[in-house]
């Protein structure tokens, strides 16, 4: 039974991951249409960034919170930014 929900929680975490990749690209598109055609470069970079820096912050902070410590510690604490626990 730990496997199948080890499984159903990894393919709900990939899909929710899908709906915010696919976000992104609306909302930047979505803010580029409010401002003048000479901003519209900048404005999508912006977003680019804002992409990268929330996925590296996720990958360091948010990935250790959801897979980390088993209860011995803080959530997550020994283990910020790698996958030497993931023991999948």
């Known amino acids: ?3 199948i929900a080890l499984s159903l929680d990894t393919v709900w975490m990939l899909l929710a991951a ?13 803010e580029a249409g409010f401002t003048r055609s000479k901003n519209t470069a900048n404005i999508l970079f912006k977003n680019f960034v804002d992409f990268m820096f929330g996925s590296l912050l996720f990958w360091f ?10 209860g011995a510690g803080f959530i997550g604490a020994p283990n910020w ?4 626990f993931y023991k999948g």
């Open 81 to 84: 930014g790698d996958l030497s």
């Open 61 to 70: 902070v948010g990935f250790g919170f959801m897979f980390g410590s088993d």
């Open 1 to 3: 039974m730990n496997d």
């Open 18 to 30: 899908m709906l915010v990749f696919f976000m992104q690209p609306g909302f930047a598109l979505c």
